[in-house]
């Protein structure tokens, strides 16, 4: 398990301009990725690479992600 308890969470740029609270927190092998309406609910960790290839595809448009209303 991952330590994040010295994590230095952001909230990630695309989150702040939808309403929407992503934070991210770059730590030295892994990124962790959690809601920050609810950061007591946990955190996803995952390697560098795998959140770059991430991020890559999301720009390109694979993930066909539509906004939820509540």
Known sequence: MT????AVW???RRSQ???????????DEVVAVRDGK???GGAHVVG?????????????GRFDIEPTTR
């Not at 330590?3 to 010295?6: G, N, R, T, Y």
């Open 17 to 27: 301009h939808n309403g929407g609270c992503v934070e991210v927190a770059n730590l």
């Open 3 to 6: 330590d994040l308890s010295h």
């Open 48 to 60: 560098r690479a795998e959140f770059a290839a991430f991020l890559a595809d999301a720009k390109t």
């Open 38 to 40: 609810r950061p007591e």
């Open 10 to 12: 952001r909230k990630a």
